[in-house]
């Protein structure tokens, strides 16, 4: 049975942090603020997946409070996330992901991105959608005070389960 999953993630911009998205640490002025290492998008898939089993989300897992995830690299909770599948005899079929950023322009890391996303979840890069779009100007994202990211995942589980 294939079930789907939907995830979202956003976090403050803020200057003397690290930008890292996807697992890729990207030069900018700002970095986003957060626990860990506030890898939005590695957060929303991670959240797309654990959806997809109808699991508690990513603060369930790791919650933010726990000083064991201060500045976590974020493949941690993928990995967690890729256990949780096949605790339950799953497999991934496939996660795809938008990033939402006025700033900078992210195309040129999307493949570094997905060789990331596709070790952490033990699956192929190709099973790895990674697209970016700006907001137009409007809005916080607008405004480049956060980056948010959206994610699915479908997940291929074995009946009743
Ligand atoms: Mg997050």
Redesign the pocket.
Known sequence: MIHAGIGY???PLTAGRKLVLGGVEIPHRKGLE?H?D???LM??ICDAVLGALGEGD?GHFFP?TDPRWLGAA?KLFLQEAARQVIFRDGRIINVDATVIAQEPKLMSYAGAMKLNIAQALGIHPKKVGIKATTNELLGFIGREEGIAAMAVASVDLPDAT
């Open positions: 993630d956003v976090h957060g860990s506030a890898d939005a957060h929303a990513i933010n974020s």
